[in-house]
C-alpha cells in the first residue's frame, strides 16, 4: 500500500484551497470527495467572494476546482466512509477501498438541515427541495413557501419570486434573521409575503405536494396554505458521521478545532471550513481555513 | 461629529472584504486608507487565490476594490495617523482631520522589512528597491541581487531573471526557505545563482548602486558582487504604529487578536489580516479573516 503524505477529504472551497497549497508545496497527496457539489455548488448568485460582484455559486466552484486541476494533484471522486488511525498515521476508507497517509485534512462541509415533520421525506422531489437554484425554475407560475428568514431563505425567495406566482417566506422568529440588505430586497417584492412566528407543521400533497400546514406561535392556531413547492432553508448540519469518534465533536457535531491552526486533538488530524465548529460559516473563511490547515499539516508532515 | 457604527482603517485583501460585508450589512461605516497598494498592489503573480490560476497583484487588488465600490460605502484615501478612545468609542486621526466610530476593524498590512546595512537607505530608488514588480523592469541587462530567499525572493529572483544577466540570491541560512515548486523553478534557470548561508553587509555605489558586499558565515570572510540592483526581500514589519498603546502588541509588534473572532483586547477595537499575529499571512487568509472580524463587529455594534 502506498503511503500518502496526505489525504485531504472534500471538495469544496476549504478542500480546494488546501489542496491548491498543497500542489504548490509539491507533498505526495490526494484529494478524496463524492463530488464536486456541496454547498457552494447548490448556491444561487454569490456576491461575496471578493473579486467578484455577481458569480453563480457552481461557476465559482469550478474556477476553484479549475485551478486545482491544473497542478499535477491527484483527485478521486470516491465517497468517504470511514477514517481510523492506521499504524503510521491514517487509512481512508472508500466504498471497497482504502488509503494510509501520514496526515489528514477533513473539509467535507455540511448539508441542509431537515425539518423533520410529516411529509417532508415522502415528498423530497415531488414538490419539497432543499435547493432553490436547483430546483426553483421548476415552479414557474406557482404558488411557493419558503421555511427559514435567514439569508438562504431570503435569496431563495428572490430567486423564487422571478418565477413564482406567489412566495410565502415562514420563519418561525419574531423578525427576518438575513442581512439588512437582503431584507430590503424581500420587503421590495411585491409577490413575497412573509409570516413570522410560525411553525411548519406537515407538509400535503397527493403524487406532489399541494400544501402545507403552519402554527402561527402568537395564538396557537393551525392555518393552511395551497403551495407547490416547499423549499427548505432551515440551516444545515456537518458531514461528520463518518468519523466514528476519532475526532472530539462539540454539541451540533462539529469538528473542534484550534482556531489558530486548524488541528484537531488527533495529532496529524487537522479540519477546515463548515465541518468544524469555525464561527464563521462563509465561502471566503472556508478558503481561508484551509489554506491554514495546509500549512499546519505541511509543518506536521516535514518536522 | 457624525457618529459611524463602523470605522476599517486598510484597503487590503481583510479591509476591502469587511468592506463588502459591511455594505450589504448596510452598516454606517467609513473605509480609510492611505492608498490601495501595500503588500498586494506590489505583489507579482499570484497563483494562490482560489479560482485564479495566474493573476498579477495589482489586478487581485483591483478587483477586490472594484467590489466594494459596486457598493455605496463611503471610502476615504487618508493616511491615518492615531486612534484613540472617544466618549462613546473611537476617534481615528488623519491628517487634519478625525473621524468618530463605535467600532474599528484595523487592517494595515504590513510594508518590507529593511536590511539595516549601510548604503541601503542612501540607495532606495538608485538601486536598491523592496518591489522586484514595481521596478524589476529597470534592470534590463544588468546583474543584480536579490537578499533573502523565501517565496517573495524566489519570485523576484524568476522575475529578475527574465530581465536581468545575472541574479544572486542571498540567503543567510544553509537552505532556501520558500515553496519546493519555485525552488525547483529557481534551480531550472541557468542565469540564476544561489549564496547560502551569506549575510549581506553593505551596498556600494556612486550615483547608483554598483555592488554589495557579504560575509560568508562559513568561514568569516567577505566577498563583493557587481551588481547595480539590490532587491531586498527579507520579510516584512507590521503596520501598527499608529496604535501607540491602544492594543496589545507581540513581540514582534503584530496586533494580538483572539483567532476565532479577531478581537482584541479593547472592546470595540477589531484587527484581521497581516497586521496581527495570526498565522499564516496570506492573501485568502486575510480575506477571510476580514470576513470574521466584520461579522465580530457587526454583532458587537447590534447588540
Given at each position: 500500500m502506498n503511503m500518502k503524505e496526505l489525504i485531504i477529504i472534500g471538495g469544496g472551497p476549504a478542500g480546494i484551497t488546501a489542496g491548491i497549497y498543497a500542489a504548490r508545496k509539491k507533498l505526495d497527496g490526494l484529494l478524496l470527495t463524492?463530488?464536486?457539489?456541496?454547498q457552494l455548488g447548490n448556491?444561487?448568485?454569490?456576491?461575496?467572494?471578493?473579486?467578484?460582484k455577481n458569480i453563480q455559486g457552481p461557476e465559482l466552484l469550478e474556477s476553484f476546482k479549475s485551478h486545482l486541476e491544473n497542478y499535477e494533484f491527484p483527485i478521486k471522486q470516491e465517497e468517504v466512509e470511514g477514517l481510523e488511525k492506521s499504524e503510521d498515521g491514517f487509512r481512508v476508507i472508500t466504498e471497497g477501498k482504502s488509503f494510509e497517509s501520514e496526515a489528514v485534512i477533513i473539509t467535507t462541509g455540511r448539508r441542509p438541515r431537515p425539518?423533520?415533520?410529516?411529509g417532508e421525506e415522502e415528498f423530497v422531489g415531488k414538490g419539497v427541495s432543499y435547493c432553490v437554484t436547483c430546483d426553483g425554475a421548476l415552479f414557474q407560475d406557482k404558488n411557493v413557501a419558503i421555511v427559514g428568514g435567514g439569508n438562504a431563505g431570503l435569496e431563495g425567495a428572490l430567486e423564487l419570486s422571478d418565477y413564482g406566482k406567489k412566495v410565502f417566506i415562514l420563519e418561525i422568529g419574531d423578525r427576518l434573521q438575513g442581512d439588512e440588505y437582503l431584507i430590503d430586497k424581500v420587503k421590495d417584492r411585491k409577490n413575497i409575503e412573509l409570516l413570522t412566528k410560525v411553525k411548519t407543521e406537515k407538509i400535503m400533497g397527493d403524487d406532489f405536494v399541494t400544501g402545507l400546514e403552519y402554527e402561527n406561535l402568537s395564538d396557537g392556531k393551525s392555518s393552511k396554505l395551497e403551495v407547490e413547492g416547499v423549499f427548505i432553508e432551515i440551516g444545515s448540519i456537518p458531514n461528520?458521521?463518518?468519523?466514528n469518534g476519532l475526532v472530539e465533536l462539540n454539541d451540533v457535531s462539529e469538528i473542534k478545532i484550534d482556531p489558530e491552526t486548524c488541528r484537531t486533538a488527533t495529532e496529524g488530524l487537522f479540519a477546515a471550513g463548515d465541518v468544524t465548529d469555525v464561527r464563521d460559516k462563509q465561502v471566503v473563511v472556508a478558503a481561508g481555513e484551509g489554506c491554514k490547515a495546509l500549512l499546519s499539516a505541511y509543518s506536521y508532515i516535514k518536522n
Open positions: 463524492k463530488d464536486f457539489i456541496g448556491a444561487g448568485v454569490m456576491e461575496n467572494w471578493p473579486g467578484e425539518l423533520n415533520v410529516p461528520s458521521n463518518f468519523l
